[in-house]
């Protein structure tokens, strides 16, 4: 069961800035320490790095398998919760994630529709 933000920002001790919850941890991997982002998770840094550019290079499980990576160290705990309520017990192959499933998941991390359709775009679903 998905828990609401108000739950988990009393539960792991995030603070609150504008109505949405941030992480308190500085490491947030797509952000430089101390920098609050007012809205998303900021997966706009993560599309210049290096692994993303060899990912490229690959196929669509690599580039996935790099995105679900960059989401899993931007807050583990909701990104083990979205999983698990999606896929129970078996880890799916990121070329297969359908549009609504990626929908799903960087929503439920606090992605903005804009980085919903970045992330769909880049694994060829927005057509789906």
Known sequence: MLVRRADY???EGVA????RYLKADPGDPCRAE???MADGIGLDACWDEL???QALRGSLTDQGAFILRKLSQHDLVRFKTV???LYRHRPPDPSDITKFEWQVILAYLGATDEEIRE???RMG???R
Do not use: K, L, P, T
């Not at 609150?16 to 109505?19: H, K, L, T, Y």
């Open 9 to 11: 920002a009393a539960e």
């Open 16 to 19: 609150e800035d504008s109505g």
């Open 34 to 36: 101390g920098e609050v």
């Open 51 to 53: 692994d993303y550019r």
């Open 83 to 85: 999983m698990d309520d």
């Open 119 to 121: 992330v769909q775009h």
């Open 125 to 127: 679903r927005a057509w």
